[in-house]
């Protein structure tokens, strides 16, 4: 497609629950980043994928979150045992070659009741 | 200490005014940067890359002071267009190969 997409663009879910947030980067670019940004601040790193691995997950709060990208295009971020902490827009981008330049999608926003 | 510090605002200026934002980044080994601008609830989009020399782009322009690791942004003749929340960000090419970026200084212009 021409731009990063994300679905759902709005997901409300109730403390305990699983999610899982798909993100659809622009065809051809290999990097692909998610964010996560909350009320005020910047967006913070969560996980890299360069291909289908993941090159760097250091941004990953703990372990109910998993991020795959089984073919090397779209990513799934996936979230165990949400907590209300995790309400936050979660933003996804691509990058062809992973040197900065990024194209962000339009997030989805993620409240945890 | 954050990787990536900005003044947060916000600044209200009025149309055709001169406003300038700094940043100061701690990774020394930091080798690109750039300055995003965020819309109310919107994603981040990149508005200028910023060069060790210097860059302008029309209204608006980019400074790098590497010894001083201090990043800063100049914007010209105000319009009511610019409000926004404009992100300083800094992309290291090592083991961390991600954009890191600051939190923001969020300007309205006024009428």
Not at chain 2, 55 to 68: H, I, K, V, Y
């Amino acid at each position: 497609g021409a731009g990063v997409s994300q679905t759902p663009s709005n997901k409300v879910t109730e403390k305990g629950k699983y999610v899982e947030l798909r993100c659809d980067p622009i065809s051809g670019h290999t990097a692909l980043y998610w964010y996560r940004q909350s009320l005020g601040q910047g967006p913070e790193f969560l996980i890299y994928f360069q291909g289908t691995g993941a090159a760097d997950d250091s941004g990953l709060p703990n372990d109910r979150f998993f991020a795959v990208r089984p073919e090397g295009s779209v990513s799934t971020l996936k979230i165990q045992r949400t907590e209300r902490g995790d309400s936050a827009v979660y933003l996804c981008a691509s990058s062809f070659d992973g040197e900065g330049g990024y194209t962000f999608g339009s997030g989805t926003r993620l409240t945890v009741v | 200490r954050k990787e990536v510090e900005q003044d947060p605002g916000p600044f209200n200026v009025p149309e055709g005014a001169t406003v300038a934002f700094n940043c100061t980044y701690s990774n020394s080994a930091s080798q690109s940067f750039f300055w995003y601008r965020q819309d109310c609830r919107k994603e981040p989009k990149l508005l200028m890359s910023v060069y060790s020399s210097g860059n302008e782009d029309g209204r608006f322009t980019a400074q790098l002071n590497r010894a001083s690791q201090y990043i800063s942004l100049l914007i010209r003749d105000s319009k009511l267009s610019d409000s926004a929340t404009y992100l300083c960000v800094v992309f290291f090419s090592g083991s961390a190969r991600q954009l890191t970026f600051g939190s923001g200084t969020q300007l309205t212009v006024l009428p």
